[in-house]
């Protein structure tokens, strides 16, 4: 039998692993992309990228170097960019994955402002959406989803784009080095108190 005070210890060092923080955000920002190059992004050929995956329903799409001729509007780095009404979704090969922020944004290639509807689908639980409309620059926007199986991207009224997304993959989840040694310092403690306590209740049979 497993003393008390030790499985209380033991239950304590567990949540410790439980509790144990992610590796650090993935940011995706296109920027592998060779200047001045233009990869069309299809349902065929989706954009990878650390174990994420951006798939379009169309082949209207494309990755756009620095220098490409094409641009985000405000925003002059390589991007994602696609037509309206093309939808792209995000997923992780690996499992659930958080969305920070993203910056979204009218491309040059459209005319006009550009809407986007941005939805997020969590397993079990109610969908989370963002729509920004009107857009005449690339602006960031921060979202802070959590535990997401997937993510819809669309454009509407002119063409869009994307960049600099920031995601945290929640399938990997690594104890840190300091929770390995608080955790031991745990079961130490916990085995120092019942024997301590053992030896206490020993002593109190003999004298009686």
């Not at 600099?164 to 031991?184: F, K, Q």
């Amino acid at each position: 039998m497993i003393p008390t005070n030790l499985k209380n210890i033991s239950v304590i060092g567990l949540l410790a692993i439980t509790a144990a923080t992610t590796e650090g955000a993935i940011i995706i920002n296109f920027e592998e992309a060779p200047n001045g190059s233009i990869t069309n992004v299809s349902p065929g050929a989706p954009y990878t990228n650390s174990g994420f995956v951006l798939t379009p329903i169309n082949a209207d799409a494309a990755v756009f170097g620095a220098g490409s001729g094409q641009v985000l509007i405000g925003d002059t780095s390589a991007w994602l960019g696609f037509a309206s009404n093309n939808t792209f979704t995000l997923t992780y090969n690996s499992g659930s994955f958080d969305l920070i922020s993203l910056e979204i944004g009218p491309s040059d290639l459209g005319s006009g402002t550009s809407d986007f509807s941005i939805v997020g689908f969590r397993p079990s639980m109610p969908n989370l959406t963002s729509d920004s409309l009107g857009l005449l620059t690339a602006q960031n926007l921060v979202l802070n989803w959590t535990g997401l199986s997937s993510v819809t991207i669309t454009a509407f009224v002119s063409d869009g784009g994307i960049d600099d997304l920031v995601l945290i993959p929640n399938a990997a989840i690594i104890p840190e080095p300091s929770t390995y040694i608080a955790m031991t310092g745990f079961v130490i403690l916990g085995v120092f108190l019942w024997a301590r306590r053992t030896k206490a209740n020993r002593a109190k049979e003999a004298k009686a």
